[in-house]
């Protein structure tokens, strides 16, 4: 390609290229970032997170009481109620084993949601990085325009890193 023939200097033409390049993998890859921080995307993406676990999480049944009063009281009614009150409030034999089995499932639980709440934040920062990476080029436009233009991945930033939070390099990170 002859440069002499081009209306525009070599040396500008390869300025121009050096700016286009140093916007793509510079400037763009800092403006995004700061655009990230500035949406208040890490944060909210920790909250949503959190509320999703939350909501997900499995209750724990609920072991009904199962003593003298509760069994014979209604069965028997007045009489039941009368033996319980001579011989004690007894639990069946069962329930504690029952109630141990509940406590060691709620602490089962309580353990899987604390270390996945644990991993919120590298779910989020993978959910950055990869917008980051897979938008190169539109925070690069965004930051060689001077900001004047907005490609649509830029206006759209929230649902671009909700994307890449769901998508498998990042779900499974969680």
Same mark, same amino acid.
């Given at each position: 390609m002859d440069f002499n023939? $081009?209306? %525009?200097? !070599? !040396?500008?033409?390869? !300025?121009?290229?050096?700016?286009? %390049?140093?916007?793509?993998?510079?400037?763009?890859?800092?403006? !995004?970032?700061? $655009?990230?921080?500035?949406?208040?995307?890490?944060?909210? #993406?920790?909250?949503?997170?959190?509320?999703? $676990?939350?909501?997900?999480?499995?209750?724990?049944?609920?072991?009904?009481k199962l003593d003298c009063n509760s069994i014979f009281g209604t069965w028997f009614g007045r009489e039941g109620k009368q033996l319980c009150r001579n011989h004690g409030n007894f639990n069946l034999p069962f329930v504690d084993q029952l109630q141990a089995q509940q406590e060691r499932l709620a602490e089962a639980n309580q353990q899987r949601f604390a270390n996945a709440a644990s991993?919120?934040?590298?779910? #989020?920062? #993978?959910?950055?990085?990869?917008?980051?990476?897979k938008r190169r080029i539109a925070f690069g436009l965004h930051a060689g325009g001077l900001r004047l233009l907005t490609p649509a991945p830029i206006q759209n930033l929230t649902s671009e890193l909700t994307t890449a939070l769901h998508a498998p390099a990042c779900a499974m990170k969680g």
């Amino acid at each position: 390609m002859d440069f002499n023939s $081009l209306p %525009l200097s !070599g !040396g500008l033409v390869l !300025g121009l290229i050096a700016y286009g %390049l140093i916007s793509v993998f510079g400037t763009g890859q800092l403006v !995004g970032e700061r $655009l990230i921080e500035k949406s208040d995307w890490p944060q909210q #993406c920790e909250a949503t997170l959190v509320s999703e $676990l939350k909501s997900s999480r499995p209750t724990t049944p609920i072991v009904p009481k199962l003593d003298c009063n509760s069994i014979f009281g209604t069965w028997f009614g007045r009489e039941g109620k009368q033996l319980c009150r001579n011989h004690g409030n007894f639990n069946l034999p069962f329930v504690d084993q029952l109630q141990a089995q509940q406590e060691r499932l709620a602490e089962a639980n309580q353990q899987r949601f604390a270390n996945a709440a644990s991993k919120t934040k590298t779910r #989020c920062a #993978c959910a950055t990085s990869l917008t980051l990476e897979k938008r190169r080029i539109a925070f690069g436009l965004h930051a060689g325009g001077l900001r004047l233009l907005t490609p649509a991945p830029i206006q759209n930033l929230t649902s671009e890193l909700t994307t890449a939070l769901h998508a498998p390099a990042c779900a499974m990170k969680g």
